[in-house]
């Protein structure tokens, strides 16, 4: 079963940059596609970034050309989002998750991680 363990986060102002980390750990990481999410309206979390087993990205539109999601490629046991340019409409809790074929890699959420820009 895969664990996620989110990491970074915190407060920055308008322009500035954070980086966020999730460490991966269990048996079927080699199966996961892995993403970052953050919380949308109600109990909805929106789709920021995803990185697939083959390594290709896909973004967002809102954060296009200003974050990148990568992976420990050695392991795959960790995942990163650099997000640069940041704006005070990224402020929102982001979560780490990984998924695949429910078999091999059900979703998996890692816990929220506060970000917060200011004017």
């Known amino acids: 079963q895969v664990q996620l363990v989110g990491s970074g986060g915190g407060a920055v102002q308008a322009g500035g940059s954070l980086k966020l980390s999730c460490a991966a750990s269990?048996?079927?990481?080699?199966?996961?596609?892995m993403a970052w999410y953050r919380q949308g309206r109600g109990n909805e979390r929106d789709f920021v970034s995803k990185i697939t087993r083959d390594g290709a990205t896909t973004y967002a539109d809102s954060v296009k050309g200003r974050f990148t999601i990568s992976q420990d490629n050695a392991k795959k046991k960790m995942l990163y989002l650099q997000m640069n340019s940041l704006k005070t409409e990224d402020t929102n809790v982001y979560y780490c998750?990984?998924?695949?074929?429910?078999?091999?890699?059900?979703?998996?959420w890692g816990q929220g991680i506060q970000v917060t820009v200011s004017s």
């Open positions: 998750a990984a998924m695949g074929v429910p078999t091999l890699c059900p979703m998996r």
């Open positions: 269990g048996n079927n990481l080699h199966h996961c596609d």
